[in-house]
């Protein structure tokens, strides 16, 4: 019954969308729909080019590696066989201030899946809490795992996952792992699917300079309606955008939640501080250290060390999402200044690796994340400054052509094997321009970052006129850059 429920409602909701369309489609007149008017909708200048071209690229990428291409590197790794299994498998869970049945059941899965895959495996619990411990004890000992597996508890204080991840990964280094044991590093709220193990290891053999994967990833959020499609489309395009850079094995990001590393690379002592204390050089901000964004540095190590990266899309880990704030927009914005953030902090040093270690489409694509967050408000912006100075016809016409992108882009994504809503061209919008806000003002203050599900922030310590200087040199700069974007906006309308 909430089946057929939740089948009405979204059926409604995709009428109600279309309707909306048709009206602004009906308010608009015929030459808009003619392409030998000047006024046809179709008409789009070079950063229309630009940013649909990018978003057609990723599109065929993905789909070619997610139907051509990682299929036939799956059947090379079935044939492997034996050959490919791991010496030893190390589960390495991080956890800190998560509820206790959220907890219950990350270890549960991790517990099963150390038990089912059948490698010789150590569960390492990175812990801040007594009562957590206690929790995994009074499970492992439901469960009675075989003497193949064993548990290892690596306490910390509360200073941060980087100094969790940094001890778990010290931790594994002590017990001498040789170079065919394997990492799985996987977050607190993470709950692994089942057989994730025995899917993911196979790709360190066959491809021996993979040093990390990761994986596809679904979610539980427990908060509204719209913060739930809100999560849901972003792992969908996550999904989309992994196996498009999964087919140059230059995956973008090793995402915290869930990903598989080669034990080499996690004892490594220059992979441990990057991750553990990774800090960036700013010319006006000065030198600061990341306070989140472990999952960008451990990336970027493994660029620098000459690593590739890799993404395993037939496997994946379901996330408990807890929103930081009740409101939607607080939450969405919260998790976009920190997200975001973390993208342009990694962004920056990236692109000084060069093309020939990136790769050519990989140096194109984090160009292109430099650029999107004024490409993205340019058609807005437009429309705005031509329904002002000439017709509101203009900001229909946008309106209208927005509408109707979103909806193909949308059902491009069910392609992708993720599910599809009607709020999901709304939200597609909202994280456009919103997204691109957010980035703009994070572009000038990247040395503020915080944690969302703990009152955590970076606390430098700054001299009082170095606090002042950063401040108002920060607002100057986004005020003058806002003002060139519009004045420039301004004399081409």
Same mark, same amino acid.
């Given at each position: 019954?909430?089946?057929?429920?939740?089948?009405?409602?979204?059926?409604?909701?995709?009428?109600?969308?279309?309707?909306?369309?048709?009206?602004?489609?009906?308010?608009?007149?015929?030459?808009?729909?003619?392409?030998?008017? $000047?006024?046809?909708?179709? +008409?789009?200048?070079?950063?229309?080019?630009?940013?649909?071209?990018?978003?057609?690229?990723?599109?065929?990428?993905?789909?070619?590696?997610?139907?051509?291409?990682?299929?036939? %590197?799956?059947?090379?790794?079935?044939?492997?066989?034996?050959?490919?299994?791991?010496?030893?498998?190390?589960?390495?869970?991080?956890?800190?201030?998560?509820?206790?049945?959220?907890?219950?059941?990350?270890?549960?899965?991790?517990?099963?899946?150390?038990?089912?895959?059948?490698?010789? *495996?150590?569960?390492?619990?990175?812990?801040?809490?007594?009562?957590?411990?206690?929790?995994?004890?009074?499970?492992?000992?439901?469960?009675?795992?075989?003497?193949?597996?064993?548990?290892?508890?690596?306490?910390?204080?509360?200073?941060? $996952?980087?100094?969790?991840?940094?001890?778990?990964?010290?931790?594994?280094?002590?017990?001498?792992?040789?170079?065919?044991?394997?990492?799985?590093?996987?977050?607190?709220?993470?709950?692994?699917?089942?057989?994730?193990?025995?899917?993911?290891?196979?790709?360190?053999?066959?491809?021996?300079?993979?040093?990390?994967?990761?994986?596809?990833?679904?979610?539980?959020?427990?908060?509204?309606?719209?913060?739930?499609?809100?999560?849901?489309?972003?792992?969908?395009?996550?999904?989309?955008?992994?196996?498009?850079?999964?087919?140059?094995?230059?995956?973008?990001?090793?995402?915290?939640?869930?990903?598989?590393?080669?034990?080499?690379?996690?004892?490594?002592?220059?992979?441990?501080?990057?991750?553990?204390?990774?800090?960036?050089?700013?010319?006006?901000?000065?030198?600061?250290?990341?306070?989140?964004?472990?999952?960008?540095?451990?990336?970027?190590?493994?660029?620098? +060390?000459?690593?590739? *990266?890799? %993404?395993?899309?037939?496997?994946?880990?379901?996330?408990?999402?807890?929103?930081?704030?009740?409101?939607?927009?607080?939450?969405?914005?919260?998790?976009?200044?920190?997200?975001?953030?973390?993208?342009?902090?990694?962004?920056?040093?990236?692109?000084?690796?060069?093309? $020939?270690?990136?790769?050519?489409?990989?140096?194109?694509?984090?160009?292109?994340?430099?650029?999107?967050?004024? *490409?993205?408000?340019?058609?807005?912006?437009?429309?705005?400054?031509?329904?002002? $100075?000439?017709?509101?016809?203009? +900001?229909?016409?946008?309106?209208?052509?927005?509408?109707?992108?979103?909806?193909?882009?949308?059902?491009?994504?069910?392609?992708?094997?993720?599910?599809?809503?009607?709020?999901?061209?709304?939200?597609?919008?909202?994280?456009?321009?919103?997204?691109?806000?957010?980035?703009?003002?994070?572009?000038?203050?990247?040395?503020?970052?915080?944690? *969302?599900?703990?009152?955590?922030?970076?606390?430098?310590?700054?001299?009082?006129?170095?606090?002042?200087?950063?401040?108002?040199?920060?607002?100057?700069?986004?005020?003058?850059?806002?003002?060139?974007?519009?004045?420039?906006?301004?004399?081409?309308?």
């Amino acid at each position: 019954m909430d089946r057929l429920k939740q089948v009405f409602a979204e059926a409604a909701g995709w009428l109600l969308y279309l309707s909306l369309l048709m009206g602004i489609a009906l308010a608009l007149p015929s030459t808009v729909f003619d392409p030998e008017s $000047k006024d046809f909708l179709l +008409l789009i200048g070079a950063v229309g080019i630009w940013r649909y071209s990018m978003g057609a690229t990723h599109f065929l990428r993905g789909m070619l590696f997610l139907y051509v291409v990682f299929p036939h %590197y799956r059947r090379k790794a079935k044939k492997l066989g034996k050959a490919a299994d791991p010496s030893h498998v190390f589960l390495m869970v991080t956890s800190f201030r998560i509820d206790a049945l959220t907890t219950a059941q990350v270890y549960q899965s991790v517990i099963r899946e150390a038990i089912d895959c059948g490698y010789p *495996t150590t569960v390492v619990c990175s812990i801040v809490e007594l009562s957590d411990e206690f929790l995994v004890k009074s499970l492992w000992e439901k469960y009675q795992p075989p003497a193949h597996v064993t548990l290892d508890f690596v306490r910390i204080a509360g200073t941060g $996952k980087r100094d969790g991840l940094a001890h778990g990964f010290r931790a594994i280094s002590r017990l001498l792992p040789d170079a065919d044991a394997v990492v799985a590093v996987i977050d607190g709220d993470s709950v692994l699917q089942a057989g994730i193990v025995r899917k993911t290891v196979p790709y360190f053999k066959l491809f021996p300079n993979v040093g990390g994967l990761t994986t596809n990833e679904f979610c539980e959020v427990r908060g509204s309606y719209v913060m739930s499609e809100w999560h849901k489309l972003r792992f969908a395009q996550r999904h989309l955008n992994m196996c498009s850079m999964g087919l140059s094995k230059r995956v973008l990001t090793l995402t915290g939640r869930m990903s598989v590393f080669r034990a080499p690379v996690i004892t490594n002592p220059g992979f441990i501080a990057d991750v553990e204390s990774d800090s960036m050089e700013h010319w006006r901000l000065g030198r600061f250290n990341f306070l989140t964004g472990d999952d960008k540095s451990s990336w970027y190590s493994l660029m620098r +060390l000459g690593y590739d *990266t890799f %993404y395993v899309p037939d496997t994946a880990i379901f996330t408990i999402e807890h929103p930081p704030e009740k409101s939607f927009i607080k939450a969405s914005r919260k998790l976009m200044f920190r997200w975001y953030g973390n993208n342009l902090r990694q962004n920056a040093r990236a692109m000084q690796l060069g093309v $020939k270690r990136l790769g050519m489409f990989t140096s194109l694509v984090l160009f292109d994340q430099r650029v999107s967050m004024w *490409t993205c408000l340019l058609g807005l912006t437009v429309a705005i400054i031509a329904s002002i $100075k000439y017709s509101i016809a203009f +900001l229909l016409i946008y309106l209208l052509w927005i509408g109707t992108t979103r909806l193909v882009l949308t059902l491009l994504l069910s392609l992708s094997g993720h599910r599809i809503g009607p709020a999901y061209p709304v939200i597609l919008y909202y994280n456009q321009i919103v997204g691109a806000m957010v980035k703009i003002y994070v572009f000038f203050r990247l040395d503020q970052q915080s944690w *969302t599900r703990q009152p955590t922030k970076l606390n430098r310590d700054l001299a009082s006129f170095q606090r002042w200087f950063n401040t108002w040199s920060s607002r100057t700069m986004t005020f003058s850059a806002a003002s060139v974007f519009i004045a420039t906006l301004l004399l081409l309308v």
